[in-house]
């Protein structure tokens, strides 16, 4: 279960959608290797600037890196 919680909420996954963001893009700050990821879950996507995609489906990396998703966009990001 923990796997499927970690895949969920990784911010890091392969095709990622470009429309998706989270709070910690906007930290201007390197990263420590020191401190473990908060992974908080407070995602949203750009389309809809709320939690809830433009398709209805909840905005988070494991939901958002689908091109099988309507409102998918190719992309990725850069941290």
Same mark, same amino acid.
């Given at each position: 279960? *923990?796997?499927?919680?970690?895949? =969920?909420? $990784? #911010?890091?996954?392969? %095709?990622?959608?470009?429309?998706? =963001?989270?709070?910690?893009?906007?930290?201007?700050?390197?990263?420590?290797? #020191?401190?473990? =990821?908060? $992974?908080?879950? *407070?995602?949203?996507?750009?389309? #809809?600037?709320?939690?809830? %995609?433009?398709?209805?489906? *909840?905005?988070?990396?494991? $939901?958002?890196?689908?091109?099988? =998703?309507?409102?998918?966009?190719?992309?990725?990001?850069?941290?």
């Amino acid at each position: 279960m *923990l796997s499927q919680i970690e895949d =969920r909420f $990784n #911010t890091e996954h392969p %095709g990622l959608c470009h429309c998706l =963001r989270w709070k910690g893009q906007f930290i201007a700050a390197e990263r420590d290797l #020191t401190v473990p =990821r908060s $992974n908080d879950g *407070l995602y949203w996507c750009m389309h #809809t600037q709320k939690c809830i %995609g433009p398709d209805g489906g *909840l905005a988070e990396p494991g $939901n958002c890196s689908s091109p099988g =998703r309507n409102c998918y966009e190719e992309g990725g990001h850069e941290d």
